[in-house]
């Protein structure tokens, strides 16, 4: 049967228990506040998407969250058992979840592909030893490294989850985490510029002035450097940014937020080749015409138009115009 449309069922499972403080994170302070995901709640979940999914899509259950491995194993073994039904009848096409590097064991691994699991996504955050340290991730590199040679071992597909801008980083050591990323050879991989969140330690040193996050600017600058790097590698990259929901901006603090973070990129990228073309071939022409697809018009022309008045300012052009007329590729040039 044909499958049209990946959906994820979210599952958030909060880690109460966690021992760690990671500076970023808000489930220690705002833990009262959290209610514990019980199995009967998460059946609920999963009846009332399922009831929703429609038949020829790909869906997927992701526990996401705290840390799947981390939490006790018959709690972990109970979410599982929930999701049994809909792979049995192939309503779900596999469970993914997200987890902390040193709560990976072999023991636990059989357990998640004994279940069905396709997915671990690890929260890496930095290959950088300081930056972990800083953060007080409490895992080292070599943790990092070992959960994935181990996850490799079992067919299950590995995604790696890494933030930005985290005490201590820099643009170097992002993008040296990058190619570092890129050897430990995961099949997708997602990039958080780090934000200030509410009932954080990164709240108390930002309020202290220990703190400064990346601000907007560079933090699309630095995923700009990032994000083609990953590509060039064959390696996909699901998400740039954190998703958009009113708790999320209801709860930032300070840091390089915006609701459309990934289309801000996506278009500072194309803004840069747009400009590598005209420095190349631009002579004394005064009027461009970019050809590109549909699709693209958007992040080509950027918000408010910022691309094309850039472009304009930069180049004294008296006219630029874009044309939604072609079928591939990302664009053309003409100068007149
Ligand atoms: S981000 Fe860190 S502190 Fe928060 S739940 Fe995960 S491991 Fe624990």
Not at 81 to 95: F, M, V
Not at 171 to 191: G, N, Q, S
Not at 291 to 307: D, E, F, H, M, Y
Request: charged share 25%; hydrophobic share 40%.
């Amino acid at each position: 049967m044909k499958r049209t449309r990946h959906i994820n069922i979210p599952i958030f499972i909060p880690h109460m228990g966690c021992p760690h403080a990671c500076v970023f994170c808000n489930q220690k302070k705002i833990s009262g506040a959290l209610s514990i995901q019980s199995p009967m709640r998460v059946k609920k979940i999963l009846e009332e998407c399922f009831s929703t999914t429609g038949k020829n899509n790909d869906v997927e259950i992701a526990f996401f969250g705290g840390s799947f491995t981390g939490i006790p194993e018959n709690e972990m073994i109970a979410y599982l058992e929930l999701a049994q039904p809909y792979l049995r009848a192939g309503k779900a096409s596999g469970i993914r979840l997200s987890t902390r590097p040193d709560t990976i064991t072999p023991h636990k691994l059989k357990i998640l592909k004994s279940y069905g699991v396709t997915v671990i996504e690890l929260g890496v955050q930095s290959l950088d030893p300081e930056v972990l340290l800083m953060s007080q991730r409490g895992h080292t590199v070599e943790d990092v490294v070992s959960a994935c040679s181990l996850i490799h071992d079992t067919g299950i597909k590995l995604g790696i989850q890494t933030m930005l801008g985290l005490p201590a980083d820099t643009h170097e050591k992002a993008v040296k985490t990058a190619y570092d990323v890129i050897r430990l050879k995961p099949d997708m991989v997602r990039i958080y510029p780090t934000l200030v969140i509410k009932d954080t330690l990164l709240e108390e040193y930002y309020l202290t002035g220990r703190y400064t996050p990346l601000s907007l600017e560079e933090a699309i600058e630095w995923c700009t450097d990032i994000l083609p790097i990953y590509r060039e590698a064959g390696i996909t990259v699901l998400r740039i940014g954190l998703q958009d929901s009113d708790t999320l901006e209801g709860s930032v603090v300070a840091g390089p937020y915006h609701p459309a973070f990934g289309e801000l990129v996506e278009s500072r990228i194309l803004y840069r080749k747009l400009t590598n073309w005209l420095d190349m071939h631009l002579k004394k022409q005064k009027r461009v015409i970019i050809r590109t697809q549909p699709q693209l018009i958007s992040k080509l022309v950027g918000q408010r138009r910022a691309n094309i008045e850039s472009i304009k300012e930069k180049y004294r052009l008296n006219e630029v115009i874009v044309k939604g007329d072609l079928e591939d590729g990302e664009f053309v040039i003409e100068a007149e």
